[in-house]
């Protein structure tokens, strides 16, 4: 009896910091959608926000921005977590993919800024061939390249331990069986390590739905999406209640997105 008490207590914290931090903040944000800018409870938000092609077309650049930068982030990052695995001292490589990610997020676009300048790295490199000064900031192009730049490592991450905990032993028998390369990869590899993709794919296109400081320092606002929305009603306009239905959207987008990409179980088996 001591000792499951014992065991219980480890729990408090977690739970405290899962309802402090996690719990009531979502119930928070869906009890303001339900008051307008005076403070008065109306349904008149979400209304707004279903009937406004605007919201709509927010909604639809959202999830194509956040599709796009998930396939990048996944063309790079399944190749590299794969070479990472047969690499020697893939630790110490695993290590400086990280290390990024202990940078602030506002160091690291200004640090873009000033590379896709008109007088930075880029255009300066450019500039030796003749060929500059280019416009490469506020560009969709630039808005997609640091996003996906900022989101590899997590991508990276699940799909390296996929592979680190796939048997060899299938891939070897594969090979034994004259299956060629990209059979063994297609048949073999890939769907074992499906679930580190489905994690990676989770971690990355989750965050990219609602983006709203790159949108404004490294797409100059010409990328709109659902987090600047948020971000001009809880900053600009201080319609909170707005602000939060579209964080409700989002939240529910979420759920969507991690059910679809879930583990699922299989009566009397696994997935």
């Known amino acids: 009896m001591k000792k499951s008490t014992t065991n219980a207590a480890f729990y408090v914290p977690y739970g405290l910091w899962l309802a402090l931090f996690v719990v009531a903040p979502v ?5 303001q959608s339900f008051f307008d800018i005076s403070g008065h409870f109306t349904l008149s938000n979400y209304a707004t926000y279903f009937q406004s092609g605007t919201y709509i077309l927010m909604t639809i650049n959202s999830v194509v921005y956040a599709f796009i930068i998930t396939a990048v982030t996944l063309l790079i ?10 690499a020697k001292h893939k630790q110490l490589w695993l290590l400086l993919i990280i290390l990024p990610t202990w940078i602030n997020l506002l160091l690291k676009a200004y640090a873009f800024i000033g590379i896709f300048s008109q007088d930075g790295g880029v255009n300066g490199f450019l500039a030796m061939f003749g060929i500059a000064p280019k ?3 506020f560009t969709d192009f630039s808005f997609i390249l640091v996003a996906s730049y900022i989101e590899i490592p997590f991508m990276i991450l699940p799909i390296f331990n996929g592979i680190e905990e796939l048997d060899q032993g299938y891939v070897n028998a594969s090979r034994d069986l004259g299956a060629k390369g990209w059979q063994t990869f297609t048949r073999v590899i890939l769907p074992l390590t499906m679930s580190g993709v489905k994690a990676g794919v989770q971690a990355v296109f989750i965050p990219s739905l609602s983006l709203f400081m790159l949108t404004r320092l490294i797409g100059g606002n010409r990328v709109i999406t659902l987090g600047t929305a948020i971000e001009e009603h809880f900053l600009v306009t201080m319609n909170w209640g707005m602000g939060s239905t579209i964080g409700v959207v989002l939240i529910i ?6 059910f679809l990409t879930g583990e699922r179980k299989r009566k009397g088996g696994r997935a």
């Not at 119930?27 to 009890?31: G, R």
């Not at 990052?77 to 047969?86: E, G, K, V």
């Not at 987008?253 to 991690?258: D, G, S």
């Open 135 to 137: 416009q490469f900031l």
């Open 27 to 31: 119930l928070l944000i869906i009890y």
């Open 253 to 258: 987008a979420m759920f969507l997105i991690m």
């Open 77 to 86: 990052s399944y190749p590299t977590a794969y070479l990472l695995h047969y």
